[in-house]
């Protein structure tokens, strides 16, 4: 697998999230322009120097894990009385053999790397449901 192979694989989920979520054509601009298109939903984050944190983690889940990113976004959740800020990173893959798994399925749901930014040193990976809103991609559950 090559790196060009992963931005053609990229380019068609981008293309696939765009027209079933209606979503607007900034995450195909900014990739194909060569950056990553991302959106921070938390208004107040305590994180220290937390720019730098993000472009760490996403320069971390490409080098290390031969991974390419297409996309992310921050969130804030409640957890049990914490709150929480959650990076979600989609991704292609080093592996071909996994990209069908990485892929939107019939149920809406997309094979991601989530950090804690408050305890970036445990990623996890998992699958997650996706639509959208104001056209952008969003995480449901």
């Given at each position: 697998m090559t790196r060009?192979?992963?931005?053609?694989?990229a380019i068609s989920r981008i293309k696939e999230l765009t027209k079933k979520f209606n979503l607007n054509s900034k995450m195909l601009d900014f990739f194909e322009n060569?950056?990553?298109?991302?959106?921070?939903?938390?208004?107040?984050?305590k994180i220290h120097d937390r720019n730098k944190l993000i472009s760490k983690l996403i320069?971390?889940?490409?080098?290390?894990?031969?991974?390419?990113?297409?996309?992310?976004?921050?969130?804030?959740?409640?957890?049990?009385g914490y709150n929480l800020e959650i990076l979600n990173i989609f991704y292609v893959g080093q592996n071909k053999e996994d990209w069908k798994l990485e892929?939107?399925?019939?149920?809406?749901?997309?094979?991601?790397?989530?950090?804690?930014l408050d305890n970036p040193g445990y990623p996890e990976l998992g699958f997650v449901k996706v639509n959208s809103t104001d056209?952008?991609?969003i995480r449901i559950s």
């Open positions: 060009e192979e992963q931005k053609k694989e060569g950056k990553i298109y991302g959106l921070d939903y938390v208004e107040n984050s320069a971390e889940c490409q080098s290390k894990y031969n991974s390419l990113v297409y996309y992310y976004f921050i969130v804030d959740i409640n957890l049990e892929r939107l399925s019939e149920d809406n749901e997309m094979y991601i790397r989530t950090y804690e056209g952008n991609l």
